[in-house]
T-cell receptor, first 114, second 112 residues
Framework: GNSVTQMEGPVTLSEEAFLTINCTYTATGYPSLFWYVQYPGEGLQLLLKATKADDKGSNKGFEATYRKETTSFHLEKGSVQVSDSAVYFCALSTGGTSYGKLTFGQGTILTVHP | EAQVTQNPRYLITVTGKKLTVTCSQN?????MSWYRQDPGLGLRQIYY???????DKGDVPEGYKVSRKEKRNFPLILESPSPNQTSLYFC???????????FGSGTQLSVL
């Protein structure tokens, strides 16, 4: 079956620090990969996605590259801000009869201090 | 404004008392789904619907029911809630699935 594993959190950083949140996956077939973000008291929002190997998804200064050889999709940002404090979820979708179903990782809580 | 609306935001109930959490989307999406979020477990899919009158089980369907009589609405029904159903619930929709889901703001349910 499909599964997503994220680095254990929580992660606490100072403003302007570099961020990496690790994500690895196992999947049957050829998955699409996603990062979702959940701000306090809100639902999840799509942050970025990649649909094939070596694709780089990017948005709001965040980036992640689809690495098929290492089955990874690590999230990075060069300089975090206090407003980036949120929970980040890595997810995958393999379509087919489960078209639209996302398999999520456990989430990583990020706290950024001024 | 395009959105997924869930109600209520917070709900406290007692074991065995039937409840319904409503979900409505105004984007004419075919696909709708319910997830529950628990600490350390991420989000797990309860049920999903590919279109009107088409529903199917997700990973954790036990103790839940759904219906899809209209395209915009997808209520989640707990016929006899138990404390292990205490969780944060999210409804989501998508035009055709494929990973870009639009989420509601969540319903925090406590079953005493």
């Amino acid at each position: 079956g499909n599964s997503v594993t994220q680095m254990e959190g929580p992660v606490t950083l100072s403003e302007e620090a570099f961020l990496t949140i690790n994500c690895t996956y196992t999947a049957t077939g050829y998955p699409s990969l996603f990062w979702y973000v959940q701000y306090p008291g809100e639902g999840l929002q799509l942050l970025l996605k990649a649909t094939k190997a070596d694709d780089k998804g990017s948005n709001k200064g965040f980036e992640a590259t689809y690495r098929k050889e290492t089955t990874s999709f690590h999230l990075e940002k060069g300089s975090v801000q206090v407003s980036d404090s949120a929970v980040y979820f890595c997810a995958l979708s393999t379509g087919g009869t489960s078209y639209g179903k996302l398999t999520f990782g456990q989430g990583t809580i990020l706290t950024v201090h001024p | 404004e395009a959105q997924v609306t869930q109600n209520p935001r917070y709900l406290i109930t007692v074991t065995g008392k039937k409840l319904t959490v409503t979900c409505s989307q105004n984007m004419n999406h075919e696909y709708m789904s319910w997830y529950r979020q628990d600490p350390g477990l991420g989000l797990r899919q309860i049920y999903y619907s590919m279109n009107v009158e088409v529903t199917d089980k997700g990973d954790v369907p036990e103790g839940y029911k759904v219906s899809r009589k209209e395209k915009r609405n997808f209520p989640l029904i707990l016929e006899s809630p138990s404390p292990n159903q205490t969780s944060l619930y999210f409804c989501a929709s998508s035009p055709q699935g494929g990973g870009k889901l639009f989420f509601g703001s969540g319903t925090q349910l406590s079953v005493l």
